[in-house]
């Protein structure tokens, strides 16, 4: 659900845990001029078709070749005590939506 507070959760964790970064679905948006405009005349900003899921899963994969190079092109400080743990937080409300066909290989535990 929209609203519903993953974002005020994420960033209690990305304080609280060491060397974890987070993915932010809504940093995924196409462009307006992608997104579809519904019967109501509105855009449909809350389907998944409005989504560059693939970028997004790029960013996912970028992370999971290198979480220290990762974590610092974002600005997180790697902390030599917990220098072997990194967390990864994915953030959004159709995270769920998405059929990951090709991320069969990824380590469980490392995508939700």
Request: glycine content about 6%; some cysteine.
């Amino acid at each position: 659900m929209t609203n519903g507070g993953k974002t005020t959760l994420t960033n209690s964790l990305l304080r609280a845990l060491p060397n974890c970064c987070v993915i932010h679905q809504d940093d995924f948006f196409k462009p307006q001029d992608q997104i579809a405009v519904g019967e109501d005349g509105f855009k449909q900003w809350d389907v998944l078709e409005s989504l560059d899921m693939e970028a997004m899963l790029n960013t996912v994969q970028a992370w999971l070749s290198s979480p220290r190079k990762f974590a610092r092109a974002h600005g997180v400080s790697v902390q030599p005590e917990a220098s072997d743990t990194h967390i990864l937080l994915l953030e959004g409300f159709l995270l769920y939506s998405y059929n990951l066909p090709r991320w069969h290989k990824v380590p469980r535990g490392a995508l939700p």
